[in-house]
T-cell receptor, first 113, second 114 residues
Framework: DQQVKQNSPSLSVQEGRISILNCDYT??????FLWYKKYPAEGPTFLIS?????DKNEDGRFTVFLNKSAKHLSLHIVPSQPGDSAVYFC????????????FGTGTSLTVIP | DTGVSQDPRHKITKRGQNVTFRCDPI?????LYWYRQTLGQGPEFLTY????????KSRLLSDRFSAERPKGSFSTLEIQRTEQGDSAMYLC????????????FGPGTRLTVL
């Protein structure tokens, strides 16, 4: 049972444009959400996070939006750069089950120069 | 600042053999996690430690899998009698164990069972 879903396996964007990666979740008990970036043959690298008490968090070119009523999370990258090309995973934590993270299946972003 | 390290990075073994992986977390981190990732999937939680105590185990962690974290520092994950279905990337992560706790991942160990 996939509690965190990333329905777009891949996304291509022109350099300088906005990249929008989406994530949906099913469990209303999730209280903390994160985005990780992964290059081939490396482990996931933490990018940005958001608590369920907020609806937006910004860090430089990266902004995460949380819509709790829709159980939807998105990551905006502006402007996109070729070095952003990677697989992006969203993850969520359920407050009452210890500290395991539930991950989506990932979206492969390609930024075209 | 050293991140999470894992050893080995790659392991090829024959079915039925035992394998052991090591993870060294970020030094001040109290929590240590093991995940497994297969092709086209996100990481799946296996188990986690708070210091030396193993606090949670996933249903994915069959009795052929055992993890330890002696003295609350590095951790080992052993798989006994490996099967082809065990082929995956095994990821280790660590965190401070406070508040909205972010997990930092190591590079992973790629296991191939022939």
């Amino acid at each position: 049972d996939q509690q965190v879903k990333q329905n777009s396996p891949s996304l291509s964007v022109q350099e300088g444009r906005i990249s929008i990666l989406n994530c949906d979740y099913t469990n209303s008990m999730f209280d903390y959400f994160l985005w990780y970036k992964k290059y081939p043959a490396e482990g996931p690298t933490f990018l940005i996070s958001i608590s369920s008490i907020k609806d937006k968090n910004e860090d430089g070119r990266f902004t995460v939006f949380l819509n709790k009523s829709a159980k939807h999370l998105s990551l905006h990258i502006v402007p996109s750069q070729p070095g952003d090309s990677a697989v992006y995973f969203c993850a969520a934590r359920r407050w009452n089950t210890g500290n395991q993270f539930y991950f989506g299946t990932g979206t492969s972003l390609t930024v075209i120069p | 600042d050293t991140g999470v390290s894992q050893d080995p990075r790659h392991k090829i073994t024959k079915r039925g053999q035992n394998v052991t992986f090591r993870c060294d977390p970020i030094s001040e981190h109290n929590r240590l996690y093991w995940y497994r990732q297969t092709l086209g999937q996100g990481p799946e939680f296996l188990t986690y430690f708070q210091n030396e105590a193993q606090l949670e185990k996933s249903r994915l962690l069959s009795d052929r899998f055992s993890a330890e974290r002696p003295k609350g520092s590095f951790s080992t994950l052993e798989i006994q009698r490996t099967e082809q279905g065990d082929s995956a990337m095994y990821l280790c992560a660590s965190s401070l164990g406070q508040g909205m706790d972010t997990q930092y991942f190591g590079p992973g160990t790629r296991l191939t069972v022939l």
